[in-house]
């Protein structure tokens, strides 16, 4: 089949022959379908003829598209325009020649087009020149295309195949988003246009909204005209927000992954993450979210061991065979990896005597019984050089399990219609109405086949139905996933056996080996998380999520939840290994502490969090509650508990939490508290390091102006300072020293409407000003609350000011805090500065009660979807305004904050 392979840096056919091998997987792949591919390799020496694949994309360097010298990527009914120096898209025309970004470099809406367009400055961004772009690798079926800012603190990777391309977001100097700003179809028609996001959720372009794309992260853009869509992906899921909304009505679209916006700020921050875009024939959901996922989703892959290997020498054997303890009934397999010259041939021994026809490089025996128990297993393998033998392998046979039964899941819960996410090792997942997940307990094991074969062993459930709302046939089950949370990757049981009308209890039995998908799963590896899922009497979810239910309509009609739900159960999942007796179900017990909580030290100002483990066999539900040096804390009810940034007099407090159930409590040990100093979040701040003419983490800026910047000794405290000699000023000079990317500090952050305290010691050689300003440092004209004069004299002097950040709505690591002396510095002068600290303000808490408010603000009339701006007269505790807000009719929605203004 067609593949190409991109080798690796520093590639050497002798001493390195590593590298990439691209093929794409065509037609259509069953589901609960594995593929097999096979890569074969020559001998030494041998004489072969290059191997033609007809390009499905190629490559076109110094196209002019738009202003600027750009690549061209033509792939099957896609063109991309990929600006050199702007690090980005500013055309995607598809077969038609429609552009579906249609950038233009002119003053108005066609200059914002573009994708990815990441941050503010023109970072990625058509018509800007942030960046240099290099071709990585170019082939018939993959180019990778290299964009790099000149410091080297942005880069990004493209990855071109023939549907789709994919970025890599391999560095960022600040927090970023990804955007496709652009026209579906070649004009932008916001009546007629639409938008489909991963739940089927269809909307008109004209319609704007804000959320956070749920498990699966991307959205489609369809021109019904054409027939066609563009599509954009996010690989990894999260929980930041994710927003559209049409510019100026019908421009272009604002399409943004990690983007809140008045003013937009991304609120992505990690490396690497991946995003893909593409466009596809059609707009029918079901195919193109087939699509989407085939493009933008990791596939698993599992890597062979070497089937063969051609070389001059004796059987090496890579593999030897594992022991195995199965129970009886249950066939052992040994295998082993050989390499060596061929033909290679096997002979499996048991005991030392040959197995007649066991002549592969894997054996499965016959069914074992209790006189198995401790034979040895190996293999002899040979070719034309020699013979070698592996190690034994040995084999045991156990009869009983009785102490083995594995308890998958034990839980009292409410099935209703609330949707949470429940957290996993893969991101999220959306539980609630008809499918309800759960992560498998800590204890239950990677393995079901070895050293306990549960695989083949029996699933008992119990089901307590303790409320149930109406009689309508409900149908209960339990489904177990592995890698991913996808249709081929999961088991499910039988739901027919758990069928019931009213409240009671039911059980049921099957083998494991009967599960749905059984196949499917490898059940020698790791399983991922379990969901209990509702169906009606004819197996349709019971849920209002056409998702989920699949258009199809359950008893009772799809709008009249009210008949299923909420449902108080508590369901038991035991499975029995073969020979294991009779379930044994777990018994109501008081809970205990499997894992106490932890010492924690961390800064005034910050927080810390502490968190128990209860044991497994406490029954549910379990309930905490947290307590400070003996007093209960109001909210602290589950097994984790984050203080508040942190004072001065919680240092050395206890922390400690009751567990209870209805059987009883149990308290944990106490957790100690300890507290450090506030942080600095400026680098360097006595200039003690760095060279006399050069300051780590710091830099000089002069415009119409001279000046020396120096390290002298001494300081104000310490044995350093920094010098600014002036030695020329013009018209409008701007002299500064300064820091950016405050703070350096990779686990730190400055955060939003939070008061910041800023001190430094400073004097000049003449007693003229300096100013200090804090603001973004991609846009300097955007200041995060800090404009401070200090009025110098010509001794050292320590200078405090206070203030509160503006202009960011969630953490950023991109402030520019700048010492600026053009508007007061004079040639001669020389300006001394040392001891920069910006340090998180920590107050005591407020023991004053607010007094009674006696002007209440009057209600308003608004309108569902619009925005509501709260403004304070001095600084609130946001949770708590957030909380005494009040909607009539109840609503959703969601808060921000700029300054004393609640959005």
Request: with cysteine; proline share 6%; hydrophobic share 35%.
């Amino acid at each position: 089949m067609p593949f190409q392979f991109d080798k690796d840096t520093g590639f050497n056919a002798v001493t390195k022959a590593s590298g990439t091998v691209v093929f794409i997987m065509t037609g259509t792949t069953p589901a609960n379908t594995n593929r097999y591919y096979q890569v074969y390799f020559g001998l030494t020496g041998g004489s072969y003829s290059t191997r033609s694949v007809t390009p499905q994309l190629t490559l076109t360097d110094n196209i002019t598209d738009e202003g600027q010298s750009s690549f061209r990527i033509a792939a099957n009914g896609s063109t991309y325009y990929f600006q050199k120096q702007a690090g980005g898209f500013s055309s995607l025309v598809d077969s038609s020649g429609n552009d579906w970004i249609s950038y233009a470099p002119i003053a108005g809406s066609a200059e914002f087009r573009g994708i990815p367009n990441v941050a503010a400055g023109g970072i990625f961004h058509p018509g800007f020149t942030c960046c240099t772009s290099s071709v990585v690798t170019q082939g018939p079926l993959k180019i990778r295309v290299r964009a790099v800012s000149p410091d080297g603190k942005w880069e990004s990777l493209w990855d071109f195949y023939p549907g789709y391309a994919t970025m890599t977001m391999v560095k960022a100097a600040t927090s970023y988003f990804f955007l496709y700003e652009g026209t579906p179809g070649g004009v932008m028609e916001p009546n007629k246009d639409f938008m489909v996001r991963p739940d089927n959720t269809k909307t008109l372009l004209s319609e704007s909204w804000t959320n956070d794309l749920d498990a699966q992260e991307w959205a489609y853009f369809s021109d019904p005209a054409e027939n066609r869509s563009l599509f954009a992906a996010h690989r990894e899921d999260d929980t930041l927000q994710d927003t559209y909304w049409p510019f100026n009505t019908n421009v272009l679209t604002v399409f943004g992954f990690g983007r809140s916006d008045n003013p937009a700020t991304g609120l992505l921050s990690s490396v690497p993450q991946h995003y893909t875009i593409g466009l596809m024939n059609g707009t029918d959901f079901a195919q193109n979210a087939r699509t989407v996922y085939s493009a933008y989703k990791d596939l698993g892959i599992t890597k062979g061991g070497i089937e063969q290997y051609d070389s001059v020498m004796l059987p090496t054997i890579m593999q030897q065979p594992s022991d195995s303890i199965v129970v009886p009934g249950v066939s052992p397999t040994f295998s082993v990896t050989v390499t060596g010259q061929l033909p290679l041939s096997y002979q499996w021994q048991k005991n030392g005597t040959d197995i007649p026809g066991a002549t592969n490089a894997s054996y499965t025996a016959p069914p074992a019984t209790a006189p198995d128990n401790g034979s040895v297993y190996q293999v002899a393998v040979t070719n034309v050089i020699g013979r070698v033998t592996s190690v034994p392998a040995h084999l045991t046979v156990v009869s009983g399990y009785s102490n083995n039964q594995l308890v998958v899941l034990d839980v009292n819960y409410e099935h209703n219609t609330v949707i949470t996410k429940v957290p996993y090792s893969g991101g999220y997942a959306t539980s609630g109405k008809s499918s309800s997940f759960f992560n498998f307990p800590s204890y239950v094991p990677d393995n079901f086949r070895s050293p306990i074969d549960y695989a083949h062993g029996t699933l008992y459930q119990r089901l307590e139905v303790q409320t149930k709302p109406s009689s309508k046939m409900a149908k209960y089950q339990i489904c177990m996933f592995q890698t991913t949370i996808t249709t081929a990757m999961h088991a499910c049981a039988n739901r027919d056996l758990l069928a019931f009308t009213s409240t009671g209890t039911y059980y049921a039995t099957q083998p494991m080996t009967s599960l749905f998908q059984y196949g499917n799963l490898n059940w020698t590896q790791k399983l991922l998380i379990m969901m209990l899922d509702i169906t009606d009497k004819n197996g349709v979810l019971i849920d209002d999520r056409t998702a989920y239910n699949f258009n199809n309509t359950w008893d009772g009609g799809n709008t009249n939840l009210g008949l299923y739900y909420p449902m108080q159960v508590r369901y038991t999942a035991v499975i029995v290994p073969p020979g294991g007796g009779a379930p044994i179900w777990p018994v109501d017990t008081p809970p205990g502490i499997a894992t106490q909580p932890a010492n924690a030290i961390t800064a005034i100002g910050d927080t810390a969090t502490f968190s128990v483990a209860a044991t497994s066999t406490g029954t549910a539900p379990l309930h905490y509650q947290w307590q400070k040096n003996g007093v209960n804390i109001d909210g602290a009810y589950s097994s984790s508990y984050t203080i508040p940034p942190a004072i001065a007099a919680d240092n050395l407090s206890v922390y400690r939490v009751v567990v209870s159930n209805e059987l009883g409590s149990v308290t944990s040990n106490g957790a100690v508290l300890t507290l450090v100093p506030s942080i600095n979040l400026i680098q360097n701040p006595g200039f003690e390091a760095g060279s006399s003419t050069s300051l780590t983490n710091w830099a000089k800026y002069q415009l119409n102006a001279g000046v020396a910047l120096s390290k002298v000794t001494p300081g104000y405290d310490g044995t350093s300072a920094a010098k600014l000699a002036i030695t020329s000023v013009g018209t409008n000079p701007d002299i500064q020293l300064y820091q950016t990317a405050v703070p350096l500090d990779p686990v730190r952050y400055l955060e939003p409407n939070t008061r910041y305290r800023l001190r430094f010691a400073a004097y000049s050689s003449t007693g003229h000003d300096m100013t200090v300003k804090l603001v973004r440092a991609s846009s300097l004209a955007t200041s995060y609350g800090l404009d401070y004069t200090a009025n110098l004299s010509t001794s050292w002097q320590v200078f405090t000011t206070e203030f509160n950040t503006t202009n960011f709505t969630s953490k950023v690591k991109d402030g520019r805090l700048q010492l600026r002396l053009g508007s007061f510095a004079k040639v001669g002068d020389s300006y001394f500065i040392d001891n920069v600290s910006l340090e998180k303000v920590i107050a005591a808490p407020d023991t004053v009660a607010p007094s009674v408010i006696g002007n209440t603000p009057t209600g308003t009339n608004v309108s569902y979807g619009s925005q509501i701006t709260v403004t304070f007269d001095e600084s609130m505790n946001q949770s708590s305004a957030e909380s005494a807000f009040s909607i009539i009719p109840a609503t959703t929605g969601s808060f921000s904050w700029n300054g004393n203004n609640m959005i």
